[in-house]
């Protein structure tokens, strides 16, 4: 550990002498256990796993999710969380616009967020997926009477009894880890969990009829066009040109396209100009910043084949199984370490710029033509495109 994370670790390692452990998991079910994920939605999205590796080790447990507001959707329907509380804290997400230091203590000791947790008298266990000073930190002030963390990342860990070091490995399978010191042994697969409803599903089932051709077979496609960290956004115009040529290789094929722009309501600029280069012979709608989150989910799974950019919408595809290409470049300058900590096995596959023979990179983002073959290789896996017929049922 080098002197500025020890200057920084140190007053962590202070408190938790203030603050020793008060539970042992390992002769004892918790009462409870809070899940501390206030980040991203890729993060808590990655997350979701441990909640099912905890609830079959601990059947009669609590189990807590503390999140930030934003990621209740996520959460919703879940049935191996028994609550959701929000925690809007000012690190490691890019929600919250003031992540200064002072922020971040004013978040710890005046929050009533904080306060309201703090009056419950504490939790048996508590869990920083992430693995911070901060998260450390939190979990003392909210009275966890044993804590887990990460050892290797954002500190924290000498403010913890148990932790896992951190390795770059895949996001979900390191949040599973912190669920094995828990004695957790059933694990499910290293894969984002939603759960949908009746409801959603039927709505999103409308959505894909808006126009559906008569009788012949279709390909549906959702696009993201916006990324968390804008420079890791491919480019629109080469969004809008692939979906082109996408669109004209499926025709030639006998198959009609049907392209839905999904996003925030910062993602309509960027699609509008997709669709400005995409042309008028390409069945392209928006529906970014409109359909609701849940809603968003629900087209994702009847979708044929995601093109996404490394954002959120590549952990939604990854729930639910849907083919998808991933097209990495911009400030992401090393796609390898990039999918083995937030990749998927087949059917995801990452695109990115190709590279000389002395290894450099050639251009920011990969070409048009190399996204639409991994596109077409991608629909290509897809049992049987849909016809209106199909549809229609």
């Keep these: 550990m080098d002197w500025k994370n020890l200057l920084i670790e140190s007053p962590v390692w202070l408190m938790a002498r203030v603050h020793p452990p008060r539970f042992d998991p390992r002769r004892d079910t918790p009462r409870e256990i809070l899940v501390l994920r206030p980040n991203d939605f890729g993060e808590l999205l990655t997350t979701t796993p441990l909640f099912e590796s905890l609830r079959k080790q601990f059947p009669s447990t609590r189990l807590i999710a503390g999140i930030g507001s934003w990621g209740r959707p996520i959460l919703e ?40 947790l703090r009056a419950r008298g504490g939790f048996d266990v508590a869990i920083d997926v992430l693995g911070s000073y901060m998260g450390a930190l939190l979990m003392m002030r909210l009275g966890a009477r044993y804590r887990i963390g990460v050892r290797g990342y954002r500190g924290g860990w000498s403010g913890c009894q148990a932790h896992v070091v951190y390795a770059r490995r895949q996001a979900g399978r390191a949040a599973l880890a912190q669920g094995e010191l828990l004695g957790a042994t059933a694990l499910p697969e290293v894969r984002p969990q939603l759960f949908l409803t009746t409801d959603e599903r039927a709505r999103a089932t409308q959505l894909w009829m808006t126009n559906p051709p ?38 030639q094929q006998g198959h009609a396209c ?3 722009i999904v996003g925030s309501a910062a993602d309509q600029a960027r699609a509008a100009e997709a669709i400005a280069a995409a042309g008028p012979g390409v069945s392209v709608r928006c529906v970014a910043g409109e359909a609701p989150v849940r809603l968003m989910f629900a087209i994702v799974e009847q979708a044929d084949v995601v093109l996404t950019n490394s954002t959120m919408l590549m952990h939604v595809a990854a729930a639910f199984r849907r083919p998808t290409v991933a097209v990495l470049g911009g400030s992401i300058t090393k796609p390898d370490v990039h999918d083995a900590i937030w990749g998927y096995p087949p059917p995801y596959l990452s695109v990115t710029p190709e590279k000389s023979a002395d290894g450099q990179r050639l251009k920011d983002w990969p070409e048009v033509g190399r996204v639409v073959q991994a596109v077409l290789q991608s629909v290509a896996t897809v049992d049987a495109p849909r016809t209106s017929l199909d549809a229609a049922a």
């Excluded at 925690?87 to 929050?111: C, E, G, Q, T, Y």
């Excluded at 008569?214 to 968390?228: D, E, F, L, N, S």
């Design 258 to 260: 049907e392209v839905v």
């Design 214 to 251: 008569a009788g012949r077979p279709t390909v549906r496609i959702v696009a993201g066009v916006g990324a968390g960290v804008p420079t890791k956004a491919w480019p629109a115009r080469e969004v809008g040109a692939a979906l082109a040529q996408i669109a004209q290789a499926l025709e």
């Design 77 to 116: 329907n879940n049935p191996y969380i028994d609550e959701i509380v929000e925690l809007d804290a000012p690190w490691n997400n890019k929600i919250v616009a003031d992540r200064s230091h002072k922020n971040v203590l004013r978040f710890l000791w005046k929050s009533p967020q904080i306060a309201a």
